[in-house]
């Protein structure tokens, strides 16, 4: 099944998925200070209400795909408004246009993730191979997502060099159309039926209230703020303050997924074994020692093998938790998915509120210290933290072959 032509495809696919993130997440806080012009608080704003309608959006698209559109249409449309939102970033330099473009377009082509993973979980559980560890090979793809950012950021950072911003936006253009080339050659369209629709009935406000759901979700929340603002604060720290460059930061932003990779992988395996509350728990020690050890860097190399941290660290918490919520609901991959990368664009939000606000009062320093704060909360929620069992959903009957060949 995974020895598919078509399947190599999707992780393809994938892989340019993530190159199109490494491309732009490094050096946003660059762009939208030194280029575009904005002031910190502004740039804060700015990402916030971009996240917001990214966290609407993804959350009804989510709701939908689980009942109503097939994954491959929002797959197209999520591609679709990656392309056209950086084809703005690229040539606007005017904050409220910018903002309406981020708000817009790059809302909807935030469902692109999570829907590629839903998309693989689901299909390989309606399989029912006795054969295939579903559980692993969402960490597979994830790899493949992550293996994007050993070379993205690098080749970013030299694309910046030549080319200035415009050059990174245009190359995440055309990484988003090869994403969609994937999507249209190797993802079959498969219509929802009335069974999927009967297996999501359950308000989502009901969903997201439940008390397992609210405290884990609270926590992950907290740990990408810290997450986010570490992203803001990383580069300015390394360039003002250590006297670092954008070559620099290129290398830093590869140590982390260098660890990744490996380390995915065999987190997976023990995931899939029922270790997942365990391996999220010290995945949250380990981002507490990881903040805390930044604040002492001072020179641009002590950076270096700290990132190793941040390797495990996300190793852990953008791989373990997605198969985490899958399982805490059954039958509704796209919305267990989207609650996962909801807790990051809504860390994310509260982060790019915090950096704006905390910056300019604490320094860099300052901020290093708050997310390693943050992150002591996420740890005592996840200690205590308890499961509830909820009832199964009734499970989709498998139609099709996973990824027969043809759409």
């Known amino acids: ?39 910190s608080p502004l740039f804060g704003v700015f990402m916030t209400t971009t996240s917001v309608c990214a966290i609407v959006l993804s959350t009804v698209l989510a709701r939908w795909s689980d009942s109503h559109l097939a994954r491959k249409t929002l797959l197209v449309v999520g591609g679709t408004g990656g392309v056209l939102g ?137 740990v990408f703020a810290a997450h986010s603002m570490n992203i803001m604060n990383l580069p300015l720290t390394v360039t003002s303050d250590l006297g670092g460059t954008p070559r620099d930061l290129g290398f830093i932003f590869c140590v982390g997924p260098v660890v990744e990779i490996p380390l995915m992988l065999w987190f997976g395996h023990l995931a899939a074994r029922g270790h997942q509350l365990t391996l999220i728990r010290i995945g949250a020690a380990v981002t507490v020692a990881y903040f805390f050890a930044l604040s002492f860097a001072r020179e641009p190399w002590q950076v270096y093998p700290i990132q190793i941290l941040s390797g495990v660290s996300f190793a852990i918490l953008t791989n373990v938790t997605i198969l985490f919520y899958q399982d805490l609901l059954p039958g509704q991959a796209g919305l267990a998915t989207t609650i996962f990368s909801n807790s990051s664009n ?62």
């Open 86 to 222: 950086y084809i703005g970033y690229a040539f606007v330099r005017d904050p409220l246009l910018l903002l309406l473009i981020g708000s817009t377009a790059l809302a909807v082509a935030s469902v692109n993730f999570s829907q590629l993973f839903s998309l693989v979980r689901e299909t390989f559980d309606e399989a029912n191979d006795p054969e295939v560890d579903a559980l692993f090979l969402v960490s597979v793809v994830r790899v493949c997502f992550s293996l994007a950012w050993t070379i993205g950021p690098a080749v970013g950072a030299w694309m910046m060099a030549e080319f200035s911003y415009r050059g990174v936006f245009l190359g995440a253009v055309g990484l988003y159309l090869l994403f969609l080339a994937g999507v249209l050659a190797f993802v079959p369209y498969r219509p929802r039926n009335a069974t999927h629709r009967d297996a999501v009935r359950a308000p989502v406000w009901r969903v997201l209230t439940r008390g397992d759901i609210l405290s884990s979700f609270i926590a992950f929340v907290l």
């Open 1 to 39: 099944m995974v020895r598919q032509p078509s399947f190599a495809g999707l992780l393809g696919a994938n892989f340019a998925l993530g190159m199109a993130y490494s491309f732009v997440v490094p050096f946003l806080s660059l762009w939208g200070t030194k280029e575009v012009g904005m002031s």
């Open 346 to 407: 809504l860390g994310s939000l509260i982060g790019y509120l915090g950096f704006g606000t905390l910056v300019e009062r604490i320094g860099h320093r300052g901020v290093f210290s708050v997310c390693g704060g943050l992150t002591i909360v996420t740890l005592i929620l996840l200690l205590v933290y308890r499961h509830r069992a909820a009832p199964a959903l009734s499970p989709v009957p498998a139609t099709v072959d996973f990824f027969p060949g043809q759409n």
